[in-house]
């Protein structure tokens, strides 16, 4: 009877739900099992944390409060790495789906959903903060070798770059960039570091200013077991290994290597943009995280033009934001493009918060190119504004000099070679050829818009006693009639409010070629190559209000005597005595 009654109820059970709890139950048991069986293969990489010095950072990166990982924000930000004794490369990211996020308290492994191929998830190897939401899938291009580009739209978690198809016995240069084609530049790409095949290395980037104590692949060692724990407390052990290296040169050896090492430093140039060249032709869009819009970030004359020279190249790109504040339909309003350039991230991200320190890297050369998106506005919001075209105009030409002035004065007061000279206690001994001061070109606008307001800003700083301020005449590099040409350098983006002229695939090759002549004294390794003007036109020297308070006094010396020798006296126009006096 009993067992009558314990069947009946087993039938019960069955139908009112039973048979889905036996397959919950299933599920988590293989659920399980394949967690324990990912974490065994993972046992094959070893792990690289973002925070290892070998890893070569380009742009504007941020390592977090906790030192798990970095943070890269504007479009075409990347980093360099070259690998060695290793078959895979796979990126471990913190961005993911927000609908797969999983946050918790304490410090457990966490597989979370993955682009990879089959076979590998990305585990989180430290505590996942309630209050951490990771940012979107980003979209990443991948070059391995000079090869064609690997497109990688939308990745999360760990994502492959290769997986055994390396040379074990050939050293790879690898460069991830992230064009940020996504919602107009405002994605962020948070990494947590690198997986290597078991025994795989990371090398110094030749041009990289690596510090000699980290060469030493012993003091860098891949962190597997307790993955994070050294970069989650920062590097001062792998810094105080280090310094067994440091008494066994002499200090004349030492000061010798490192001004070797800095004249061998890779040059960098920075970009600053209201309209970056990554939007080319009709791949641009609102969406374009697809492989049909990935290849455009590497397309834009910005990026061309450091590549022309194998330079670092960063570009602070807002696309469609006005360089004066409160822009009447700038993206990014009520901030200017002043106001981004001093941040850690564009206006709309979380770093916009966050000040940038100006200690990742200085620029060699700086090009500006401000302009467009401000004469749209003023163009289109007229009405709005009030006030003249004129007065416009001359508050965008304040505003500009406002720009380079702080950028002299708080951003970069020094030249990256009088600093590197001071970092290795040689002070003062720098190349005969290094210019005093970052020389800074100021471009008229593509399309001539603002022409005189950028020249007229250039005239004032210069008449300030900024000498290596200089303004580039665009006028006849590109054609600006698209109607006629067979291969305009133009298109005109509708999809912008209002409508945009942008630079074509070709229009973007051919500004990177004008620009080639200009910077190439300040960027190529052998300056002697170079063409287009003497040295001392581009050197400069750097402002001193006292020495140009004297220099005025001369010139005012000067005038006074010329026009007393000249007006003031009738007869000979001038004696010998007179020439004597001015010699």
Known sequence: ???????????????????????????????????????????????????????????????????????????????????????????????????????????????????????????????????????????????VDDEEYILLPNSSSLVSISSNSLDLSKQHRVRIIAPMTDNLGQGVVELDGLWLSKGGKLLKVPGSMLSEDYLDEDLLKAENDQVGKKHRTGLHQIEKDGNTKHDQHTISEEMEERLAEASNRKRILEVISDSPGSFPERQRGRRTGGADGLLSGVMGWDYLLGEMFGADHVTIGADGMCLIPECIGGTGQPAGLGDVF???????????????????????????????????????????????????????????????KAIRNLAYPKHPSLIQSERSGSSGIISSNAPASIPIFIMRPFRGQLEQATQSAVAKLRLDGDKAVFWLDTSGWLDPDVESADYPDFFLDESMTPPRWRLTEQGNQRAAIFLHTHVCRYLAADEGKCAFLPHEVYQGKVWDPEEAKFDKYIEDEKERKLKKIFWENEGPLISNEAVDGLI
Not at 73 to 101: E, K, M, R
Not at 362 to 377: N, T
Request: aromatic residues 14%.
């Open 1 to 143: 009877m009993f067992l009558l009654l314990l069947l009946f109820a087993l039938v019960l059970w069955w139908f009112n739900g039973g048979s889905q709890e036996v397959d919950v139950v299933k599920l988590n048991a293989s659920g399980l099992g394949k967690e324990l069986l990912q974490e065994r293969r993972m046992h094959d990489y070893q792990f690289y944390p973002a925070t290892n010095p070998k890893i070569h950072y380009i742009g504007r990166w941020t390592s977090t409060p906790n030192r798990l990982r970095k943070d890269g924000t504007f479009p075409g930000v990347y980093f360099d790495v070259i690998i060695q004794n290793t078959t895979s490369l796979l990126l471990a990211l913190h961005n993911a789906p927000q609908p797969n996020f999983v946050a918790s308290p304490t410090a457990r492994l966490e597989p979370i959903s993955t682009t990879a191929p089959p076979g590998h998830r990305h585990f989180r190897f430290h505590a996942a903060s309630a209050n951490e939401k990771p940012a979107l899938p980003i979209s990443l291009l991948a070059q």
């Open 342 to 404: 001093f941040r850690s991230g564009p206006s709309d991200s979380p770093y916009f918060d966050h000040p940038w320190m100006f200690s990742g890297y200085i620029p060699d050369v700086m090009v500006l190119h401000i302009g467009s998106s401000d004469d749209a506005s003023f163009h289109t919001y007229k009405a709005e504004y009030n006030i003249t075209l004129w007065q416009l105009s001359e508050k965008f030409e304040a505003t500009y000099v406002s720009l380079v």
